[in-house]
């Protein structure tokens, strides 16, 4: 995969310039093994650490597929999701793509604000598993126009406790609309949604390089998101 560049994958122009400015330079061993899987219409169940460029992974062959135009004010893409950073990705990827919307829904925020982008509409919708079953019960969220799914962090999901609430928005999805399942572990329940969901899905496996020694201790510091740059620097200091 080391020889494999963005431009040989055959990505749109719009979306190799955005890749390009945000300094880029090769796909990782997950980006390169899906990006063409999820570019032919193809399921994909990818298995790769955090921090290896799964977002990137879905994202660009996503808004390769959808490009600018809007077709109606149904969404065409679904990310259940835990971090408002998946949306801001899919708008940095997007940034030379006319007509693109995303939108973050999230419990805690403006439903109001919510309603009226839905109703003016957005290509792809990021959110959490919970408000977007709201907006569902609410019928303010159209899933008939669904052309792709992705569920990222799927281990993580579990853990949390909402992996059933995903699975009651899979089951709503039209049966022709692309799926995507990324995690960095396969736990049981994982696999059997992934069966039931994407059974004949593309298969991309990157194993883990690295461990942590055990001899290492880890710490973790708990800040908001303007707040790590600050962070980061005191503990490098």
Do not use: W
Not at 22 to 45: C, F, M, N, W
Not at 131 to 145: G, I
């Amino acid at each position: 995969m080391s020889s494999v560049d963005f431009e040989s994958l055959g990505l749109s122009a719009p979306v190799l310039k955005a890749v390009k400015q945000l300094g880029y330079e090769q796909p990782t061993p997950i980006q390169a093994g899906s990006i063409p899987h999820i570019l032919e219409g193809r399921d994909v169940i990818g298995s790769a650490q955090t921090g290896t460029g799964k977002t990137a992974a879905y994202a660009l062959p996503i808004l390769h597929r959808l490009g600018g135009h809007r077709q109606g004010a149904a969404p065409r893409c679904l990310v259940p999701e835990l971090a408002i950073q998946v949306a801001e990705a899919f708008q940095s990827y997007a940034k030379h793509i006319k007509g693109f919307n995303v939108l973050p829904i999230y419990g805690g925020a403006d439903i109001g604000g919510q309603l009226r982008s839905l109703k003016r509409g957005v290509q792809v919708v990021v959110g959490t598993p919970g408000r977007m079953l709201d907006h569902l019960r609410r019928r303010s969220l159209d899933l008939s126009q669904i052309k792709g799914l992705i569920l990222d962090e799927a281990d993580e999901m579990l853990r949390m406790g909402f992996i059933d609430d995903v699975e009651t928005i899979l089951a709503q999805t039209p049966p022709e609309c692309q799926r995507a399942l990324f995690s960095a572990t396969m736990p049981p329940t994982i696999r059997r949604v992934a069966e039931k969901y994407l059974g004949d899905a593309e298969r991309v496996n990157i194993e883990a390089k690295t461990k942590t020694v055990e001899r290492i201790e880890q710490q973790y510091v708990t800040v908001k998101s303007h707040q790590k740059m600050d962070a980061l620097t005191r503990v490098l200091k």
